[in-house]
């Protein structure tokens, strides 16, 4: 790739299947994969991520919210799409565009079945989602007698999968909550597919799941954050390739003089000579206020240059005292050496967070390595 001319997120396709193919290594030759792609592909490009993995061959593909799936559709995506997290006033669109809700408690079963009939449709493929413990969205072990006497009394939707969410596959500590959630998950599953006269295909297992709980696996797993690079353990992590990085360029040096204050608030007082890059990049963009005064740091030139004052809206200044640049030197904000989980981590976050939180208006740029 050529040098950065102005702030952009570069898309790594190549690391992209490296980390698909690494996730399937770990899976049984029948088992296949759903990609996660919400959140415009956890803060990369969902269309460009979603046309490479379908090409990979990933069987389904999940999405928070319906526009994500139209987006996808919009884009030429074929494969089947779930809508993790459907609202009413999508179900028309959702229908449109042969999106696959996930159905997650009486009401919602019973107002997606009402629509359904309503637009004359004939077994729509459908999601049930099990609360095993997470306590976010699903039926919970009282409400699946009631669901399926409304299931087995129609024929406008049917089931396709079954599914829940692991709270904790990550955390070894937690290990007894999880099989917790995976025996519940099996009992439950069970009586659903015992109930009908055809058998969905099941689903449970996350990033983490995959690595840790590979007698979980069923039909399909689930892939999110693995797909982008990270595993949730340093082992796995090593052995994935983070596939974005967030570059951008060096606007302006200044040479401060010791009396001398930094940015909005005059937080930074300067003590002794320094050297200073404004680099045009802020919070708007997504990188927190958190990550001011010392605690987040850019590379420029592979060298570490801590972010000094309070970060602005739409650029932080850095300290470059003991580092050899110039103006419109091209500056690594995360990648491959220094990672999104290496920054997240000062602020006790994750790189999910900030990932997605890289703004749009930040220019993408896809390639292959």
């Not at 449109?96 to 809700?101: A, I, K, S, T």
């Not at 969205?137 to 829940?164: C, D, H, M, P, W």
């Not at 692991?166 to 597919?193: V, Y």
């Not at 850019?298 to 050899?324: E, F, H, L, R």
């Amino acid at each position: 790739m050529s040098k950065a001319l102005e702030t952009q997120l570069e898309i790594n396709l190549s690391a992209l299947a490296h980390n698909y193919h690494f996730l399937k290594s770990k899976l049984h030759a029948a088992t296949k994969m759903m990609a996660v792609v919400k959140a415009f592909g956890y803060g990369s490009d969902a269309v460009e991520v979603s046309k490479e993995l379908e090409k990979l061959g990933v069987a389904y593909f999940a999405v928070a919210y319906a526009n994500e799936g139209v987006e996808l559709r919009n884009a030429g995506i074929k494969s089947p799409i779930l809508v993790l997290h459907p609202l009413p006033t999508n179900f028309n669109v959702i229908i449109e565009r042969c999106l696959e809700p996930s159905i997650y408690s009486l009401k919602m079963l019973e107002g997606f079945l009402s629509f359904a009939k309503q637009k004359n449709q004939t077994d729509y493929p459908v999601h049930l989602k099990i609360n095993t413990g997470l306590n976010r969205l699903g039926f919970s072990e009282n409400e699946i007698s009631e669901a399926l006497k409304i299931i087995t009394s129609q024929s406008y939707i049917k089931v396709r999968s079954i599914f829940s969410h692991l709270a904790a596959s990550e955390d070894p500590n937690e290990k007894e909550f999880t099989e917790r959630q995976l025996k519940l998950f099996s009992n439950i599953s069970e009586t659903i597919i015992s109930a009908l006269p055809y058998k969905p295909f099941r689903h449970t297992l996350n990033t983490s799941g995959i690595i840790n709980y590979p007698e979980a696996q069923y039909d399909l797993v689930r892939s999110g954050i693995g797909l982008y690079g990270f595993g949730n353990d340093k082992t796995i992590t090593a052995q994935l390739q983070p596939v974005a990085t967030l570059k951008t360029v060096i606007s302006q040096i200044h040479e401060l003089q010791p009396g001398d204050t930094l940015g909005y608030n005059r937080a930074f007082k300067v003590v002794s000579k320094t050297r200073t890059a404004t680099l045009p990049i802020g919070h708007a963009d997504g990188i927190s206020r958190a990550y001011g005064n010392g605690v987040g740091w850019v590379t420029i030139n592979n060298k570490k240059a801590p972010i000094q004052g309070n970060v602005c809206m739409d650029m932080i200044m850095v300290d470059v005292t003991n580092i050899d640049c110039k103006e419109g030197d091209e500056v690594i904000v995360f990648g491959t050496v220094s990672t999104a989980e290496n920054l997240s981590n000062e602020i006790n976050s994750i790189p999910y967070e900030l990932i997605t939180a890289i703004s749009q208006r930040i220019k993408r740029v896809v390639h292959r390595i």
